[in-house]
């Protein structure tokens, strides 16, 4: 059974540029979950999509947006990057809202 | 306010010299806690789930116990293979997940 696919696994991006990062769950999960960590704050939730609807979300800027498609398959949009946002963006699936969830290895997004 | 702690914040183990990490939890409602292993550059992988104090589940050389305040997850006799960040998480009512800050585990042959 194939894990969770996130794609790029690396971006450099610069400052004021938007960026879209995008995860496919494992089939048959319904649920996707995205998370940012970072050395200093470790991982912090983001949001939380469920059958194409965000169900949850963190305390991060309105510049962090979602969605989730009806094949399950999620993207995540940040706009106008800074420094701050450089970090490894995880995102994870389980089968029904917040169960076991399994991660994908993340995109490493570098802002310069 | 919901709160996940884990200690220490790094541990360096001979190897074959088993011992315990601590996630102790302060959460509304929980429903569940998360046990996962992160190796550098790669995605949290799931380790175990817990529901209710008292419940405890075994895998290979790990085994996680709950209680009402704080989860174990006991290594015993662990071998090099075993370094990794071990992270602890909980789901509370709110049904946001949230990670301690993990525990660094170094095992030297």
């Known amino acids: 059974k194939a894990g969770v696919t996130q794609t790029p696994r690396y971006l450099i991006k610069t400052r004021g540029q938007q960026v879209t990062l995008s995860c496919s769950p494992i089939s048959g999960h319904r649920s996707v979950s995205w998370y940012q960590q970072t050395p200093g704050q470790g991982l912090q939730f983001l949001f939380e999509y469920f059958s194409e609807t965000q169900r949850n979300k963190g305390n991060f800027p309105g510049r962090f947006s979602g969605r989730q498609f009806s094949n399950s398959r999620s993207e995540m949009n940040v706009s106008t990057l800074e420094l701050g946002d450089s970090a490894l963006y995880l995102c994870?699936?389980?089968?029904?809202?917040?169960?076991?969830?399994?991660f994908g290895q993340g995109t490493r997004l570098t802002v310069v | 306010e919901d709160q996940v702690t884990q200690s220490p914040e790094a541990l360096r183990l001979q190897e074959g010299e088993s011992s315990s990490l601590n996630c102790s939890y302060t959460v509304s409602g929980l429903r569940g806690l998360f046990w996962y292993r992160q190796d550098p550059g790669k995605g949290p992988e799931f380790l175990f789930t817990l529901y209710s104090a008292g419940e405890e589940k075994e895998k290979e050389r790990l085994k996680a116990t709950l209680t009402k305040k704080e989860s174990f997850l006991h290594i015993t006799a662990p071998k090099p293979e075993d370094s990794a960040t071990y992270l602890c998480a909980v789901h509370p009512s709110t049904d946001k997940l949230i990670f301690g800050t993990g525990t660094r585990l170094q095992v030297f042959p």
């Open positions: 994870a699936s389980s089968p029904d809202r917040i169960t076991e969830a399994f």
